[in-house]
Nanobody, 126 residues
Framework: FQLQAFGGGLVQPGGSLRLSCTASGGRFTDYSVAWFRQAPGKEREAVACISSGSGGASTYYVDSVKGRSTISRDTAKNTVDLQIDSLKSEDAAAYYC??????????????????WGQGTQVTVSS
């Protein structure tokens, strides 16, 4: 089971970005998934999480993105996407997706996730 993260890039402040995490080698709906980010000199933090399953999912958002971010599943594409709107300079970081099938909702603890995708860089600058 492997993950690949896509969608990073350079975005102007106030803009929007959609990151996609694609799974291979397994049914993605069986996995609890999270997006983490890490900026230089800062600790890794969980940005958003979604429980396993294809309907009525539980979600979590870090306070700094709450209200301007959505984590969602596209079962047809076998992806978990993270949309962030009204981007701020503090959103700039390397973003990673992670998954586990050991928990229905693994939440924000990175140690509970056993599969990680490569990072995708988000730069917010005018």
């Amino acid at each position: 089971f492997q993950l690949q993260a896509f969608g990073g890039g350079l975005v102007q402040p106030g803009g929007s970005l959609r990151l996609s995490c694609t799974a291979s080698g397994g049914r993605f709906t069986d996995y609890s998934v999270a997006w983490f980010r890490q900026a230089p000199g800062k600790e890794r933090e969980a940005v958003a999480c979604i429980s396993s399953g294809s309907g009525g999912a539980s979600t979590y958002y870090v306070d700094s993105v709450k209200g301007r971010s959505t984590i969602s599943r596209d079962t047809a594409k076998n992806t978990v996407d993270l949309q962030i709107d009204s981007l701020k300079s503090e959103d700039a970081a390397a973003y990673y997706c992670a998954a586990t099938n050991q928990w229905r909702f693994a939440g924000t603890s990175a140690s509970l996730y056993d599969t990680w995708g490569q990072g995708t860089q988000v730069t917010v600058s005018s």
